[in-house]
């Protein structure tokens, strides 16, 4: 009867391990140590809606539909802003870039998701998610922007 969300958890999870994994790797190779704290900090919230999803799953599994608590507030590195989003090079922008497609496909993920489940505790958990995700997306976005025209002013594909 819960195999559709069963399945739906189980690639839920593994698309959280791939964002935590891309994340860490994406911290690792950042010169910034600026940088490297967004990216850190965009690798702990994977693994903790990683968490919160095993949870769940584990929950169906017992048949415990209860849901597992989720915060409300995304992740906000308050130390973003523009001037430190420069200097960083190609590979933030290339890292910023495969993080918003990832952010992207996760939250359409968990919103198509939620519309095809019937269990009301799982709808609430994809429906934030998708809400997180897409908070990700804002961020990383406004990021990448900043980022490439840096970059692009570097390699002088400025206007001016």
Known sequence: ML?????????????EQEGYQFYLMAAEKADSPDVKAIFSGLAAEEAEHEKWLRN???????????????????????????????????????????????EKASMDFYRQAA????????????????NWEQGHLDFLEKA????????????????A
């Open 115 to 130: 519309l095809e489940t019937g269990l009301e505790s799982l709808q609430v958990l994809l429906t934030k998610l998708a």
């Open 56 to 102: 769940m799953y584990k929950d169906l599994l017992t048949q415990d539909t209860a849901g597992s608590v989720v915060e409300d507030q995304p992740f906000s590195p308050h130390i973003f802003t523009s001037d430190k989003m420069k200097n960083n090079g190609g590979l933030v922008v290339s890292a910023l870039h495969i993080g918003i497609m990832m």
């Open 144 to 159: 990448y922007d900043w980022a490439r025209d840096d970059w692009w002013d570097k390699q002088g594909f400025s206007g």
């Open 3 to 15: 195999k559709k969300e069963l399945e739906m958890l189980k690639t839920a999870i593994l698309n």
